[in-house]
């Protein structure tokens, strides 16, 4: 047996962040250079397993000057004095070192083919204490820090200890639960720097809806990462906008499951996410260069960060003097505790709503105004809310107005409809990256803070706001736009190197375009002045208007903003763009007017209007048998690899979708809405753009994240496209209530369960292929692939949907449901594409 030696390390180590626990007595010598332990050994003190990456090892340790010996996992290659434990197995029951050690402890694979830890009496210390069925087991430890204890004759992993987390949640690793069988995986923190038995700190998700992630001390919240939105805890605003943060949450609605996984694009780049003893949770990497781990995240960090510090209905603002403030319309409970810094006891209503009053007593007061909405910008949304499946905000502000106990609402991208029906708790104002939060208050308390021109609605009578809905909701909708518009524009001016976008520059663009101009009055007749009766929508940068030129031609007029001084850019761009493409399946420009303030484009009439309006309106969306699907599909097709190839500018569109597809009489499909597009040398294969517009479910990741676009931005947006056409679903309309995933992650999923043509559109089942369609769903996949270099382009989808060329097996979108990369899953897959038209018409039985 050999002697450990212990490390102490000097005690300036003790000040590194988050090196807690780092004193350790390790082995010096490997006796064992083995990543197995087979029934008939045993390691003791001094002996190890290495993985056989050499990454993780695993043998006994003495964390610092304890007298207390354990059994753990650490990285191979890191220096001691910085070491991490990633995972004790006896941490609340250790060994005791004595003095003489003349009986020593030792691992080993028992009888019962369990793994046990036996102290010097053959005391069994620790062990995995499963049902092993055969006789032979082993434990394996893994590149991945995974302990396993496996049965060698059915092969069948018994138990693992990933499945048991401590204080770090390594690449690989899940946390979460399974609300059928009970099980929790949680990080527990050790309890001090040199003993591993579980602290004080506990973090983990919520089973929620959707679950929030969430740490405890003892029993008592202690930080929230808020609700999980598809991409990221809302409530961590540094989070990264999904992808890039590695973080994932995989719910399984069959086995009641949710389950938060943490990965890397890298094997050999060690993170790790650890809770350390005093609370804080923080991801580190190491740095190979300094031999040291650096920090990339942590929480909590700032006053603001700990859970409810300013009580019920306050807010916390970690830049404010005082750093807690009541929400609008709410005042300090004990204005005495308020001002002895004393936050937690919370605020109260000033004015009570007035759905609270004694309805009697109003009746014969008379006039009562009625309460209203009072939005909060940038917020953390507050605890303790209810998810409530709604399609849109109105339908949230709705059920939330008609709700006398619903004191707030908000609607959050990725997660939908949330309501509040009791004190608001954990409020934080964000300086970036947070949520809109619409906060019930009475009448009187609303409008007062004219400097702040905050967005407020405010309702008739309760039985009215069924009725006002539409239109709040339209207010609602055109404030939001303007606001967006308008940043979206400011940002434009400032950060992209814009051209001159004086009228004369304008004008001379539009005279060297050689595109026919046309009179304002002209317009004016066409469109009737206007005339709300005549209005289609809102385009890309103001409304567009259907009209009637002189000689009977349908036309439809796009109008400029005219508040928009930036706008002119993306004008300007339309204009230079479509009038030099010509293809049937671009919208035509067929002139265009700039007068004064007006600038106008004067298109040709799509009778169809967009594709959007039929793809997912209930009633309409029979009409698109798969047939036109796929006509529509095959023309996009083409007209996206006319812009990328075919033109002579080469033009990326950057905001394909739906509502950007026009469709005419008979249901041809035009590319539309070229505000956004961009052309670019062909030699410049990748452009980057500080600003990051476009659609949200139709952004490509390293668009979305980085700002990155390219060519294949646009083939990521045709294979959401391409799944929304086969499914009749928009990608960003899968909520919570049915499945956690995007309609990406959606698709992924019905293959992996071998029911691909469950995703078929129930309205076409009977008049499709499935053979065709199963094909476009499978380019599809190819096309959303998370690496830009794995999409095909554009001429390759052609070719791909005539059938002209094999299809590779698309990658798992990992963004979506990353983690459950098995062998299984992807053979599964496999089988599914590689179907062959015969088997399919067994199959159909047609
Ligand atoms: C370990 O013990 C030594 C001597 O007793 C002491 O100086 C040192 O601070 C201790 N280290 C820790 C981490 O407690
Ligand atoms: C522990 O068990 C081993 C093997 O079964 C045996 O050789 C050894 O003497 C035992 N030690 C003690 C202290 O009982
Ligand atoms: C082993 O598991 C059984 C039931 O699964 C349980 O009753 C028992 O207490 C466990 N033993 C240890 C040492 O954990
Ligand atoms: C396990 O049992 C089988 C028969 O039941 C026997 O042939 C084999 O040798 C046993 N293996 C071990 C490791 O005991
Ligand atoms: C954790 O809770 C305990 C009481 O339960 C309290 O004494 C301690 O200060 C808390 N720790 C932190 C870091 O807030
Ligand atoms: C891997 O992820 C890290 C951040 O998590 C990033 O800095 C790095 O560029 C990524 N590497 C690759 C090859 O994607
Ligand atoms: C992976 O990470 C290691 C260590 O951080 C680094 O040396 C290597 O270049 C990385 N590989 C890639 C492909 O990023
Ligand atoms: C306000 O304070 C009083 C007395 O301190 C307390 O009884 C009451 O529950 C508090 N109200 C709220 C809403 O916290
Ligand atoms: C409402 O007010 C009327 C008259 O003011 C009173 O008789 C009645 O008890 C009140 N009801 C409640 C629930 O307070």
Not at 783 to 806: F, G, K, N
């Amino acid at each position: 047996m050999g002697n450990g030696i212990q490390y102490r390390i000097p005690s300036a180590f003790l000040s590194f962040p988050f090196l807690l626990f780092v004193f350790l007595a390790i082995p010096s010598q490997h006796c064992t250079a083995s990543d197995t332990l087979t029934q008939s050994q045993q390691i003791s003190v001094g002996q190890t397993l290495i993985s056989s990456g050499q990454i993780f090892e695993l043998g006994f340790f003495i964390p610092g000057n304890s007298s207390k010996q354990y059994v753990g996992i650490w990285y191979e290659n890191i220096p001691i004095h910085v070491q991490k434990f990633v995972w004790v197995a006896n941490r609340e029951n250790p060994l005791t070192v004595t003095a003489t050690d003349s009986a020593p402890s030792s691992l080993t694979i028992g009888k019962d083919g369990n793994l046990r830890l036996l102290d010097g009496m053959n005391n069994t210390v620790w062990s995995t204490n499963v049902s092993v069925h055969s006789n032979n087991s082993i434990a394996v430890l893994s590149d991945r820090g995974d302990l396993t204890l496996k049965d060698t004759v059915s092969g069948l992993i018994l138990w693992e200890s990933f499945n048991y987390p401590c204080d770090a949640l390594v690449p690989g690793m899940m946390l979460g639960m399974n609300t059928k069988t009970g099980e929790k995986r949680v990080l527990s923190s050790w309890l001090t720097a040199e003993d591993p038995s579980p602290g004080k700190f506990v973090c983990g998700i919520t089973p929620e809806t959707p679950p929030q992630g969430f740490m405890w001390n003892g029993s008592r919240p202690y930080y929230r990462g808020g609700p999980w939105d598809g991409w990221r805890f809302i409530g961590i605003p540094d989070m990264g906008q999904g992808y890039t943060n590695g973080f994932n949450l995989l719910p399984d609605h069959q086995q009641g499951s949710v389950y938060l996984t943490m990965d890397t694009n890298n094997t050999s780049h060690l993170k790790i996410m650890i809770l350390t003893p005093t609370g804080t949770l923080k991801i580190v990497h190491w740095d190979e260069q300094v031999k040291n781990w650096y920090v990339s995240w942590q929480a909590p960090i700032n006053p603001c960060d700990i859970y409810g510090v300013c009580g019920p209905y306050g807010v916390c603002n970690k830049d404010g003097t005082p750093i807690c403030e009541c929400v609008k319309g709410f005042v300090p409970n004990s204005t005495e505790d308020w001002r002895k810094g004393n936050w937690a006891g919370g605020c109260v209503r000033k004015t009570e709503l007035l759905c609270q009053k004694n309805t009697s007593s109003l009746a014969s007061s008379g006039k009562a105004q009625n309460d209203g909405f009072w939005k909060l910008s940038d917020m953390k949304l507050p605890d303790h809310f209810k998810y409530l499946y709604y399609e849109d905000s109105s339908g949230c502000q709705q059920w939330c107005s008609s709700n006398c106990a619903c004191v707030a609402y908000a609607f959050v991208t990725g997660i939908g409809c949330m309501v509040w029906d009791r004190g608001l708790m954990d409020i934080q104002q964000f300086s970036f990256s947070g949520n809109d939060l619409f906060l019930r208050l009475s009448y009187s308390e609303l409008g007062k803070d004219k400097k702040n021109e905050k967005f407020v609605i405010s309702f008739t009578t309760i039985s009215g706001v069924v009725l006002l809905g539409g239109f709040m909701y339209g207010l609602h909708k055109w404030r939001a736009n303007e606001r967006l518009k308008r940043e979206n524009w400011r940002k434009d001016f400032d950060m992209d190197d814009t051209m001159d976008t004086s009228r004369d520059t304008l004008q001379e663009n539009v005279q060297s375009s050689e595109l026919p101009i046309i009179g304002f009055d002209k317009i004016l007749v066409a469109t009737d002045n206007f005339s709300t009766t005549n209005k289609l929508g809102e385009g890309g940068f103001g409304p567009v208007y259907k009209g009637k030129l002189e000689d009977g031609q349908e036309v439809a007029v796009k109008r400029l903003s005219r508040h928009s001084g930036q706008g002119a850019e993306e004008f300007k761009n339309e204009i230079i763009l479509i009038s030099k493409l010509q293809h049937r399946n671009l919208v035509r420009l067929l002139g265009c007017c700039i007068e004064g303030e007006e600038k106008l484009l004067v298109y040709e009439y799509m009778t169809n209007k967009s594709l959007d309006t039929f793809l997912f309106d209930a009633t309409k969306r029979v009409q698109l048998d798969w047939v036109k699907r796929f006509h529509i599909i095959e023309g996009i097709a083409r007209g996206l690899l006319y812009l990328h190839r075919d033109s002579c500018l080469r033009v990326i569109h950057r905001d394909l979708k739906a509502s950007n597809i026009l469709l005419d009489d008979d249901m041809n499909p035009k590319i539309s809405d070229f505000g956004l597009a961009r052309t670019f040398q062909v030699t410049q294969e990748l452009a980057n753009t500080h600003r990051v517009v476009g659609t949200f479910g139709y952004m490509s990741p390293e668009y979305a994240m980085g700002g990155l676009f390219s060519e294949k931005s646009d083939v990521f947006s045709f294979g959401v496209l391409l799944l929304e056409m086969v499914s009749g679903m928009r990608n960003t309309s899968i909520h919570y209530h049915e499945t956690y995933l995007n309609l990406l992650g959606y698709a992924w999923e019905l293959c992996n369960e071998s029911r691909a043509s469950d995703l078929v559109d129930e309205v076409m089942v009977d008049s499709c292929s499935l053979f065709e369609v199963m094909r476009c769903t499978h380019i599809g996949l190819l096309c959303v692939q998370d690496y830009a270099a794995d999409r095909p382009t554009m001429s390759t989808v052609v070719l791909m949907l005539s059938h002209e060329i094999d299809l590779p097996h698309p990658k798992q979108p990992t963004f979506t449901i990353q983690g459950l990369s098995n062998a299984d899953l992807r053979s599964q897959c496999n089988k599914i594409f590689s179907m062959n038209k015969e088997s399919l018409s067994i199959v159909e039985g047609r």
